[in-house]
């Protein structure tokens, strides 16, 4: 089973909850780190043994001794990351999707492979968790393929936790999809409450089970609840705006090791979404 923490913006409290669920449950599973521009679930789940791999893409390369000019390599790529001027190819790697459609439609083999650095992918362990995450390279602008790096250490025999990126856009969706669930985490105030309805909606469209966790849910307004209820989404657990846990979290420490209590309610929280899955609930 795949479960995705997610957000609709952030500083929600998505690795606080992904984190302490992961170590509440004493069994073998994975947990990705795949908000790659700010990972941060490292500062939580000190790993062991911890493996760094630096991840590349493809670009184009234009062997000009072969190349005609004939332009469709220009015409096939959505992104213009290839502009034919006179008869020279000119390459611009950052706006590159890694497609290959260009070096698939060169009628005279002249486009071949080069590579751009995406970032680093750091792989670990702590008892029974393997522990990844991916860190986008300074100046890189797309997360998506690194994302999918990390989103490929996903075993299908095993429980897999994905810490994802906030948002709706295109980084929070190459984490999310292909999912069993997806955890909402949102706060109960006016901006938490805009941001949920946006995530709600890109789940809808995904076509995933979802449920709700609500951090510092003791202070704000109950507009996030009555929503929940208009559109008949589970609030699976509550988290209080409290100082012992601002502190823990201060610490880089998890109030599941240190809390009974709280081990007990990530327990509970992931039998409540085993039962959602097991019973094929999908979001209307």
Known sequence: MIISVASGKGGTGKTTVSTNLAVSLDRKLTLLDCDVEEPNAHLFIRAEHMDSTKVQTFIPSIDTAKCNGCGKCSEICQFNALAVIGEKVLVFPELCHSCEGCMAICPEGAVGEAHRELGTMESGYMGKIDFSYGRLRVGEAMSPPLIHRVR?????????????????????????????FVLLVTEPT??????????????????????????????????????????????????????????SYSRGDLIAEHSLKWREKFVDLFAQITAITSSGGILQ
């Open 152 to 180: 490929a250490l996903t075993q299908s025999n095993e429980l897999v936790i994905i810490d994802a990126p906030p948002g709706t856009s295109c980084p929070a969706i190459a984490a999310m999809k292909d999912s069993d």
């Open 190 to 247: 006016p901006f938490g409450l805009h941001d949920l309805v946006l995530a709600v909606e890109a789940v809808k469209q995904l076509g995933l089970p979802c449920g709700l966790v609500i951090n510092r849910s003791d202070i704000g307004d109950d507009e996030v609840y009555e929503y929940a209820r208009r559109e008949s989404i589970p609030v699976l657990l509550e988290i209080p705006f409290e100082r012992s846990i601002a502190e």
